[in-house]
């Protein structure tokens, strides 16, 4: 069969319309708009646990900061954030790393490869890397050099989804349910090249079916591009994630996480199987090795973090986090409760009771995201909230105590 010749098997593929999506989401962001959920403009007097609005002096915590440990505002990462840029005398160099990469740079690549077990791809975000990299696999210039069948999650990020029309220049793109593997195995059956697109812990809530995936990856030969950034640095003995925790690197695998939630900086990683593989995409990847890529500054508090990731505290901010996931899963319980993981949803239906909620509780000192489709399935609308080490147990109940009187006036 012709490699781009669509499969003779029922299931989802092809992407999805992104102007339809558009069209029909915009109506619920301009109510968000309205309500003054958009575009709030803060001062930080205490990092995520009190927000100030500068022209009203309203103050709020904010219950969607994906800051899960809390180093995004940790003295030492802030402080290593201060120390580079004394030592470079600079905010970065402004030319392609795939020229010249700061000494500072190398270092943190070496430090997070020790630390996570993996050659590590340094990127300006997971954008960045995602743009980059996706084109190749699909291509086969990480493999063999020829094209492979690439299979999006449907829950995947927008990041990697919105790669598919470029991806789709290179070979055959199809979409799969969400975690539906026994479509991905019919695929891998059909075609001798697959790729697999899928978050590790999803920005929604929810995990990767992972070992099935393994399963696949053994029998077949697939390629798992996976995104984990909603894991890293808070699951894992060295901050790993959920992904890097339960599979070995290869050359069938690359993992991409943001340095910017969990691990408290900001940038983003490739975690690749081999120095072969790093040295194509240093030099191939677009994006990645273009003028913009992270600030010194960053490294420097990326650096710090690693630090923190080789001592006692990472295991006890993780502790700390955990012991805050099981309380709120104890005092709300969602659809997610039990998984391990920080991100929860409250489901209401409809878009404008989503946005009813947020506003509502907004006034009450919360700030909590409103999601409805296209971010989540219709009639699934409703709030994402994010679990973190630095919330009390005291706050947590003050905001499921505000939620539930918020809910019973619906």
């Given amino acids: 069969m012709p490699q781009n010749s669509p499969p003779d098997i029922t299931g989802p593929h ?39 609005v500068r022209e009203t002096g309203h103050e709020f915590v904010n219950m969607c900061s994906v800051g899960y440990l809390g180093l995004n505002h940790h003295p030492a990462i802030i402080e290593g954030a201060i120390d580079a ?11 392609s790393t795939t020229r010249i990469r700061h000494n500072l740079l190398v270092r943190m690549e070496e430090e997070l490869g020790d630390l996570f077990g993996a050659h590590i791809l340094p990127g300006a975000s997971c954008t ?3 743009a980059g990299i996706l084109p190749l696999v699909a291509s086969g210039h990480l493999t063999d050099g020829q094209p492979r069948v690439m299979v999006f999650d449907r829950y995947c990020h927008f990041c990697m989804a919105y790669v598919k029309p470029v991806c789709a220049e290179e070979t055959l793109v199809l979409t799969c ?8 195995e019919k695929i891998c059956r059909q075609y001798p090249r697959v790729a697999y697109v899928a978050d590790g812990a999803y920005s929604m809530g929810g995990a990767a079916a992972l070992a099935g995936l393994r399963d696949l990856q053994e029998r077949y030969g697939l390629f798992l591009y996976i995104d984990d950034s909603h894991s890293l640095s808070i699951l ?28 408290g900086t900001g940038g983003g990683v490739a975690m690749l199987g081999s120095r072969t593989m790093f ?19 960053l490294v420097g508090a990326s650096l710090a973090s690693a630090a923190i990731h080789r001592s006692p505290e990472l295991g006890e901010l993780q502790r700390r986090l955990r012991e ?6 104890r005092t709300f319980p969602t659809a997610f409760a039990g998984n391990g993981l920080p991100v929860r949803r409250i489901t209401v239906g409809e878009p404008d009771d989503a946005v009813r909620l947020s506003e509502e509780l907004f006034t009450r000192g919360f700030y909590s995201s409103a999601v409805f489709f ?27 105590s505000n939620v539930r009187d918020v809910l019973s006036t619906f």
């Fill in 85 to 95: 840029l004394r030592e470079a005398q600079a905010t970065w160099l402004v030319v």
């Fill in 279 to 297: 040295e194509f995409l240093h030099r191939h990847a677009g994006p990645v090795g273009w003028s913009q890529n992270m600030s010194l500054p």
């Fill in 324 to 329: 805050n996931i099981d309380h709120f899963d």
């Fill in 236 to 263: 894992g003995e060295n901050g790993e994630g959920f992904v890097r925790s339960q599979l070995e690197m290869n050359d069938l695998t690359v993992i991409v996480a943001s340095l910017g939630k969990g691990f």
């Fill in 14 to 52: 092809r992407h999805r319309n992104n102007a339809s999506m558009l069209r029909a989401a915009d109506p619920a962001w301009q109510r968000a708009a309205d309500a003054g959920l958009i575009g709030v403009h803060v001062d930080t007097p205490d990092a995520n646990n009190r927000l100030v």
């Fill in 374 to 400: 296209p971010i989540v399935p219709r009639g699934e609308a409703g709030l994402r909230i994010m679990l973190r080490a630095d919330l009390t147990t005291e706050l947590i109940d003050d905001f499921t």
């Fill in 177 to 184: 349910d969400h975690n539906d593997l026994d479509y991905l």
């Fill in 128 to 130: 960045a890397l995602t």
